[in-house]
């Protein structure tokens, strides 16, 4: 019995060894989780680009946007004199706060007169909403304090300087406490399209080999441009209702606001689906078996749940780890969900995501193409 159980394990060491693919990617996918979870999962939010109108212009003003950028957590991006410019950086998500000095800011300090700073915040990540107003806080307390020892040889009046209130505004998520799971809980929709889509498309044409109907497939009198696109139409159509089931739960159930148009999100999940699509057809074509295609698909699925801003600030990743979430077309979705979902915005707000999932898309459908005439010559 001991030698049949030996002999087994051994039959089975060669077929693993003989399968690569499998093999690779069984020592492969730990690697990768240990390497994202390592370098591209920051919690700590610093130089949150930040959009500066300065209505007084003075050495006291500028002190005080000095304290901010020098608080290592805001980074100034960008001045304007306009206030309606000001919340349209925050809208395109262009800067993630705003700061607003009132044009008697210098003036009422100097007079012990009360004085309110506007700081607008984009609370829609709360990794970066949550230490915003920390900050804030800090930075008044000790431009307080600053003042008290500034004017107190001046006044008797009790606790001079005592009047400078950095006021904080948390724009799209105000209920800061449940802030986090709504962030998450609005990348979903991202999530569950791209494991639906991606799976059932990576073994499209890894089933007709293993089924025996590969051959039938290719003597087919249609193109191979038909072939791609017709295994693709009914994953975008089992992807989609996916996503309305997702999306219904999500505000119905967990209460996410949903400000925006609900045809625009419909519209931009189907183009989203092209990509993904994409990707999971140039999988199918490189996978010898359904196992090394759910393989491989796992990886481009486990991948983009770490580099794309699905739970952490894509902006805290290093570098590297954004570059690795350029390829993925769930990096630009996210930021197309939350837009249209917290802001309620138009295409007009993200209109580079769209350029960016076309031309996504294209990659790896013609790469698919050139990989299937290969198979199929």
Request: proline share 5%.
């Amino acid at each position: 019995m001991f030698k049949n159980l030996l002999s087994m394990i051994l039959k089975e060491f060669v077929h693993l060894r003989r399968d690569f693919v499998t093999l690779v990617l069984a020592f492969a996918l730990p690697l990768v989780e240990v390497f994202l979870f390592g370098h591209g999962i920051s919690g700590e939010a610093r130089y949150i680009p930040l959009a500066v109108y300065d209505e007084d212009a003075t050495v006291s003003s500028r002190s005080l946007v000095e304290m901010f950028e020098n608080s290592s957590f805001f980074k100034i991006k960008s001045y304007t004199s306009d206030v309606t410019e000001l919340h349209d950086y925050l809208t395109k998500g262009e800067v993630k706060a705003a700061l607003h000095i009132p044009k008697d800011y210098s003036e009422s300090l100097a007079v012990d007169k009360p004085t309110r700073v506007q700081l607008v915040i984009d609370g829609i990540n709360p990794q970066f909403s949550v230490p915003a107003v920390s900050t804030a806080g800090s930075i008044e307390q000790y431009k307080n304090s600053e003042m008290v020892t500034k004017y107190l040889p001046l006044s008797n009046r009790g606790e001079p300087g005592q009047n400078l209130e950095v006021a904080p505004i948390v724009l799209y998520n105000p209920e800061m406490d449940v802030a986090t799971s709504n962030f998450v809980i609005s990348g979903l929709l991202a999530l569950i399209l791209t494991q639906s889509a991606i799976v059932l498309s990576s073994i499209a044409l890894v089933r007709e080999r293993e089924r025996g109907t590969f051959e039938q497939l290719i003597v087919t009198p249609v193109g191979k441009f038909t072939v791609l696109v017709g295994k693709m139409v009914p994953y975008i159509v089992i992807s989609f209702f996916n996503g309305v089931f997702v999306v219904a739960l999500c505000v119905f159930y967990f209460g996410l606001p949903f400000r925006g148009s609900p045809w625009l999100l419909a519209a931009e999940s189907i183009l989203f689906l092209a990509p993904v699509l994409g990707m999971g057809l140039l999988i199918s074509t490189f996978s010898k078996t359904q196992l090394q295609a759910i393989m491989i698909a796992l990886f481009a699925i486990l991948v983009p749940i770490f580099t794309t801003g699905f739970v952490w600030a894509f902006e805290t990743m290093p570098l590297p780890i954004q570059l690795i979430g350029y390829i993925f077309p769930m990096t630009y979705f996210l930021t197309i969900c939350r837009f249209i979902m917290f802001k309620g915005v138009g295409i007009s707000y993200f209109w580079q995501e769209n350029i960016a999932l076309g031309i996504l898309a294209v990659i790896f459908v013609v790469i698919s193409l050139l990989r299937f005439k290969k198979r199929v010559d």
